[in-house]
Every structure is written in structure tokens, then in C-alpha cells.
């Protein structure tokens, strides 16, 4: 009977450690991918083309960054053509992209069409020329220009084929209604500028199966669109002013796992009703803010980035949240800062720094032996004890460094020769709409902070 008895609570704890493992959710992987065919690729999820990657020699079109299932990625080629692409680990980590300009704008992701854009002046011929296993392959349409009845009807005819289809719209006219369109493609992802306008969600629920949106501005029809995005993962909003008392009210959002926020002038993160299925919070550029006290609340957030945002209090109390596997320091941490939260997020796997010009020692990172991905815009001088990060399997630092310094990129790598090192740069001026407007802020104030 005792003999009983003892594997009898064996068992039950057994039992008690498998439920526990099972209500803990499994965090994301991070993948370091290498793209050719491009020469500029940015996460648009954690930093909107602030931190990005080039290729080390120009004409190269080879570029490595890093990014998790979901991601949207954006990335161009030397002819500024570009392509947005929500990564998937099933499309594996070395991407081929080929650009066809023939006719329309038709971009191949490892041999397969997957991106198709059709220009103001397209008569749309060349979509309808696709056969039906091309357009079955395509995942994404990038309509620039004005929606008309042609361009409906074409669509309405493949609506079948169509069903997830994702939609980049830029440049629209006046206001167009965008309900038929997402009624036909039900876009998986949906990108739009602000020349269109987020249609009030009606009895056919349009966003029902949109699972990334990223809209300029935060706007009361979102709000009311967030009760039918039942399958939103990933939130993408630019320049959102809350009024006084205003929140932001995702707790619905029972999927949503990436939140990204550029140039919001948000004070606290109060503002913002997180769901608790959050695992991804990027704030850029967000001048304002300084009480970020609320992350606590959030104790599965694997990634946290806080790029160029130079009025953050109370960095320590990230030490208190031991999900984190992903940080990106925001501008004003201080080098005592930096080492005493080294010291204590000893899992962390990629760590960023964007012009954080109190760090002038990199030692502290030798303390995180999980560190796989380590982006460095800073100058040579804060690269102190750069040589010794043995652990690392990918570096990012400054375009400007590998044009200034190509004996130090030598010696660098000798020093570290497990270690892929790359340039990278936040600077873009292509078509795409929003990172067209971005790097020119970043120069405006990289300038200003440099003649104070």
C-alpha cells in the first residue's frame, strides 16, 4: 500500500508539471534570414525601417536580418522596386526574390509569384492574363491608384482564387469605399496609406480573416473594426495622438500577439488596453513617452523595442520580466542602466541599440549567453569590447562604419569568426509611402542632436 501510495504522488506530480508546462504559451522563434535578390530589407514589426539591412558592396543585393512567424518584412532592390512579405519559417531562412518588370511589377519568392503590383496607369491587362495556378500562388497586391468598376469586376470574376489574398493600397483618390474589394479578397494582411480610409465594418464582416493591418493613424472606425478582427495577430499604427483620457481598447483582440507604434504621442502606457495573448510591443520613435510602467502587467512579452524613444523612465523595472528574449534600448539608457539590465535579462537573444549615446562599453553583454543577434547603430568609440562577444551569430552595425573602417571590419572579423557581420541602415528612399517619410524625420533629428 506505501509502495502504492508513493507512485500514486509520483504521478499526480507528474500530471501537475504537465499542465503547468501546457498553460504556459510558447514564445516565439527568431530567425536570422538571409534574402537575395534585395538591397534593403526592414521588420517592419519591430522597427518600420529604423533598423534595417544592406549589402556590404553596392550591386551585391544580399542582405540578412532577423524576424519571427508573422513578421511583416519590407525590402527593395537597387531599382526601388519592393515587396512586402509577412515571413513564414515554412518559406525557410535563405529567400530568393526576383523582380520581373516586363509588364506589370511581378516579384517571385523562391521561384513562386507572391507579389504583384499594378501601377495608376495599368489597364489591369496584365492580372487578367495571370492563369489561375499564378494567381493562386500570388499572396499579395499592391493596388497604386484609385480603385474604378474594371478592376472590381476583373477581381469579382477570380473571387474564388482570391479568398486571403493580402492588399497594399497607396495613393487612392478622393475616398474610395473599400468594402467590395475586401469582401472579394478577404486579405489575410492589409496595408493602406493615408490617402484611404478604414470603411465601417457592416453585418458582412470584412475583417474577419484579416490577420495584420497597418494603417496611418489611429481612427474611430479601427476601434469599431476591432470587435470583427477575431483573427488579428499583428497591429501596425502610425502617428496615433490620443485626446485626453483616450484608450486605445485591444483587450479584445484575443490573438493579437505584435503591437507596433511609430511616432505616437502617447505620455504612458496607460493609454493602451493590452490583451493578454500580447507577445510583441514596438514603440519608435515615441518622443513623448515616459511611463512605461504598465509592461509589468505584461509577463509573456518575449520582445520589447523601444527604438529612438528618448524619454523613457524606470528602465529597471524590466528586470522583472524574464519572457523577454528580444530588446531594443531606447535613446536616453544610461551605461549604468544597460549594465544592471544585462545583468539580469540573461535570456536574451537579440539586443539593438539606435544612437544610445550613453553607452560607451559593450562588456556587459559578454553576461548573455543566449545573445544570437546584436544591432549596433552607434559610432566605432561606444564599441568597446565588441571583439569579445564570442556568442554571437549575427551583427548589424552602421553602413558608414564598413565604408570608414574596412581594416577594423577585418580585424573585427577575425575576432569573431562564428559570427556573420553586416552592415545595416535605417536611411530608405524608396516608393514605399511610409518609409519614404520616416528616415527623413531620422535625419532632421540625428542632425539637430549632433550640433547640440
Not at 314 to 332: A, H, Q, T
Amino acid at each position: 500500500m506505501k509502495k502504492f501510495s508513493t507512485l500514486l504522488l509520483a504521478v499526480c506530480i507528474a500530471l501537475s508539471g504537465i499542465i503547468t508546462a501546457c498553460k504556459k504559451v510558447s514564445g516565439p522563434t527568431f530567425h536570422i534570414i538571409q534574402v537575395e535578390g534585395v538591397a534593403w530589407a526592414s521588420n517592419v514589426t519591430t522597427s518600420t525601417g529604423m533598423i534595417a539591412s544592406t549589402p556590404e558592396i553596392e550591386g551585391q543585393n544580399e542582405v540578412t536580418l532577423t524576424a519571427s512567424d508573422g513578421d511583416l518584412l519590407y525590402m527593395m532592390n537597387s531599382d526601388d522596386l519592393q515587396l512586402y512579405y509577412r515571413y513564414s519559417s515554412k518559406d525557410g531562412r535563405d529567400l530568393v526574390v526576383t523582380f520581373d518588370t516586363l509588364q506589370a511589377i511581378k516579384v517571385y519568392l523562391n521561384g513562386k509569384l507572391n507579389y504583384m503590383e499594378l501601377p495608376e496607369s495599368s489597364s489591369h491587362e496584365e492580372f487578367e492574363a495571370l492563369t489561375d495556378p499564378e494567381i493562386s500562388q500570388l499572396s499579395t497586391l499592391n493596388i497604386n491608384g484609385p480603385l474604378n468598376n474594371h478592376l472590381i469586376s476583373i477581381l469579382e470574376e477570380h473571387k474564388s482564387l482570391l479568398q486571403g489574398l493580402s492588399l497594399v493600397l497607396e495613393n487612392a483618390a478622393g475616398d474610395p469605399d473599400l468594402t467590395n474589394l475586401l469582401s472579394i479578397c478577404r486579405p489575410e494582411f492589409l496595408v493602406l496609406d493615408d490617402s484611404w480610409h478604414l470603411p465601417e465594418p457592416g453585418a458582412n464582416n470584412i475583417f474577419e480573416d484579416l490577420e495584420l493591418l497597418w494603417i496611418y493613424e489611429y481612427v474611430p472606425t479601427l476601434a469599431k473594426a476591432v470587435g470583427g478582427c477575431r483573427d488579428l495577430e499583428s497591429l501596425i499604427i502610425y502617428g496615433w495622438e490620443p485626446l485626453p483620457g483616450e484608450l486605445m481598447p485591444l483587450s479584445s483582440l484575443k490573438k493579437l500577439k505584435n503591437l507596433t507604434l511609430e511616432e505616437s504621442y502617447m505620455t504612458s502606457l496607460q493609454n493602451i488596453e493590452f490583451p493578454e495573448s500580447l507577445f510583441s510591443l514596438s514603440l519608435i520613435m515615441c518622443d513623448t513617452l515616459s511611463d512605461i510602467d504598465q509592461l509589468q502587467k505584461l509577463q509573456e512579452l518575449c520582445r520589447l523595442n523601444l527604438t529612438l524613444c528618448g524619454n523613457v523612465n524606470n528602465m529597471g523595472m524590466l528586470r522583472n520580466l524574464e519572457s523577454l528574449r528580444w530588446v531594443s534600448f531606447p535613446i536616453n539608457i544610461t551605461q549604468q542602466e544597460f549594465h544592471e539590465l544585462s545583468g539580469s535579462l540573461k535570456q536574451l537573444e537579440v539586443v539593438e541599440l539606435n544612437t544610445c549615446t550613453e553607452i560607451s562599453d559593450l562588456s556587459p553583454l559578454l553576461q548573455l549567453e543566449q545573445l544570437k543577434t546584436l544591432a549596433l547603430f552607434l559610432e566605432k568609440e561606444q564599441l568597446v569590447g565588441l571583439d569579445s562577444l564570442k556568442q554571437l551569430e549575427l551583427l548589424i552595425l552602421t553602413d558608414e562604419l564598413f565604408d570608414d573602417n574596412t581594416e577594423w571590419i577585418k580585424e573585427l572579423r577575425a575576432s569573431l569568426p562564428n559570427t556573420k557581420i553586416v552592415p545595416g541602415s535605417g536611411m530608405c528612399l524608396g516608393s514605399g509611402w511610409l518609409l519614404l517619410l520616416f528616415p527623413l524625420i531620422l535625419l532632421f533629428r540625428l542632425s539637430f542632436r549632433r550640433k547640440e
